[in-house]
């Protein structure tokens, strides 16, 4: 039934890019050019080409011009200057994930670069640097780190994630206030440019293409192998979760409650790095807390830290569960497994719609602003759907805020919590119910509309189709990192060959 759908949706894109002459002149031009360097391509016209195309998020279609598919570095590059030259913008295709289908385009009639070719996983054991190549997800790095010395990375559970897209926008997961954004992990990248120059970015060569590639690499270049820094697996992780639902029978319970669990991240010495603490409520009455204690004591977790977290609330069913990191990571994956195909063999999609905030250490929710937040869902019940996941990132002992702010391209470096707020269709297939939009705009001006004087940006993974070049700016970089951008990519991408509707360089300088 979703392929089906997918087939004619993109049966009715193929039709109107086909009638456009400028794209017929574009694609006979890089046709000939792919050819001629022998590169493995694909248009609307292949046998997989539906396959090829496909896109994660249904409510966001595109139909790109040419699908290059390299094999080595060397057609990397063929494929950017064959596109670039026949005036066509590119973008690279991971894992294909990207909540507003950038992956694709971003607009019809793009040229991506699907890099599943690229799949290799191999830690040096003098260095325990893992070379990772870009076309790879999460769930297979993660198996892969394991089985060559029992080595691990923080990232997302979602296992079909591409390793690309996530770590060079951010990459958070439950082992991320001990280790960092996955992001943070990157010493080395392999970088294809726009003029199909290819570089190996560190922070003493390239530096300013390591800056920018890590928290804007859509916009800069294509990596074909990352060289990320390993940590020791967690020899136990402790799962926990209660139902908070009680909570959500008063506005008064719950907005102290929540204050409550704000002022206990912030100031209590039990939190610290290795505890990981996310929310999760939706359109139909549930609220949860759930998480992971990494490396430790079960039983002070469960008789201490664990009824001082939820002090604030009323009883509720509660459970801590003790695994090892790959069944820690396989329960969190469940119902998919680790193990996912690359390319065009992964099909699970979505019918979304996203967005995000991120809440500053230094500015915690007010207590208004918790109010409006939860004021809101309650008012809200029953329709949608939509959920809210609330995960914290920030506390005094977090990892994730250690990196300057001006060391890398990703901006969010105090950071308390970060809000996914989502809008779905129930069975993931389109057609999306426009009504869901201001809902879950709704959810995210509850909150603006309340913390009044404080800075609340967002996060670049779960990006919102819906910004505008400038407010995606403000939002994702702020001015300071913006502008540099900006100027990076004048200076290797005049011509935004790399580009999608939220790309570095269509906004001007903030």
């Not at 595109?62 to 494929?79: A, F, G, K, N």
């Amino acid at each position: 039934m979703i392929y089906s759908t997918w087939l004619l949706i993109s049966l009715i894109l193929i039709t109107s890019i086909s009638a456009n002459p400028s794209y017929s002149k574009a694609s006979s031009d890089v046709m000939e050019c792919l050819t001629t360097k022998n590169v493995t391509h694909a248009d609307q016209s292949s046998a997989n080409w539906a396959a090829l195309s496909n896109v994660y998020n249904l409510r966001l279609v595109y139909q790109p011009l040419v699908i290059m598919i390299p094999e080595t570095s060397d057609q990397v590059s063929d494929s950017i200057t064959c596109a670039a030259a026949a005036g066509l913008k590119v973008q690279p295709k991971g894992g294909g994930h990207s909540y507003a289908s950038f992956s694709s385009g971003g607009k019809n009639g793009s040229a991506i670069v699907d890099m599943q070719n690229f799949s290799s996983i191999d830690v040096n054991q003098t260095t325990l640097v893992a070379r990772v190549g870009s076309g790879q997800r999460l769930g297979n790095v993660a198996l892969a780190l394991y089985d060559q010395g029992k080595r691990a990375l923080p990232h997302g559970t979602c296992p079909g994630v591409g390793i690309a897209g996530h770590a060079l926008h951010g990459g958070f997961g439950y082992a991320s206030r001990k280790w960092g954004l996955t992001l943070d992990h990157i010493v080395a990248l392999d970088v294809i440019l726009a003029n199909g120059t290819q570089i190996h970015a560190t922070e003493k060569s390239y530096q300013d293409i390591f800056f920018a590639m890590r928290g804007a690499g859509d916009s800069f270049g294509i990596v074909t192998h990352f060289y990320l820094q390993t940590e020791p697996a967690p020899s136990s992780v402790l799962y926990y979760t209660a139902d908070l639902r009680p909570a959500m029978e008063s506005i008064d319970l719950i907005t102290s409650a929540f204050e409550g669990l704000q002022t206990y991240a912030l100031t209590s010495s039990d939190v610290t790095s290795n505890i990981t603490i996310g929310l999760y409520t939706d359109s139909d009455g549930s609220l949860s807390i759930s998480g992971w204690c990494m490396d430790c004591d079960l039983q002070v977790f469960k008789n201490v830290v664990f009824p001082a977290m939820l002090a604030g609330f009323p009883s509720s069913s509660s459970t801590v569960t003790e695994f090892g990191w790959i069944d820690a990571l396989t329960s969190m994956s469940s119902p998919n497994p680790l193990s996912e195909p690359l390319g065009s063999g992964y099909t699970n999609h979505d019918t979304f719609y996203a967005k995000s905030l991120v809440v500053k250490n230094h500015e915690p929710l007010t207590t208004g602003a918790i109010r409006s937040f939860w004021s809101y869902i309650i008012a809200n019940q029953g329709k949608g759907p939509f959920y809210t996941i609330i995960d914290l990132y920030g506390g005094p002992t977090s990892q994730i805020n250690i990196p300057s702010s001006a060391s890398s391209a990703y901006s969010d470096r105090d950071a308390l919590w970060v809000f996914q707020n989502y809008g779905y269709t129930y069975n993931s297939l389109p057609p999306y119910d426009s009504s869901i939009t201001p809902l879950v705009d709704g959810l995210n001006y509850a909150i603006t509309s309340a913390q009044t004087g404080g800075t609340i940006s967002a996060y670049l993974n779960y990006v919102d189709s819906d910004l505008s070049p400038a407010m995606a700016a403000q939002l994702y970089y702020g001015p300071s990192t913006y502008d540099r951008l900006l100027s990076i990519k004048a200076e290797v991408d005049p011509m935004m060959v790399f580009w999608n509707p939220q790309s570095i360089g269509n906004s001007p300088a903030l």
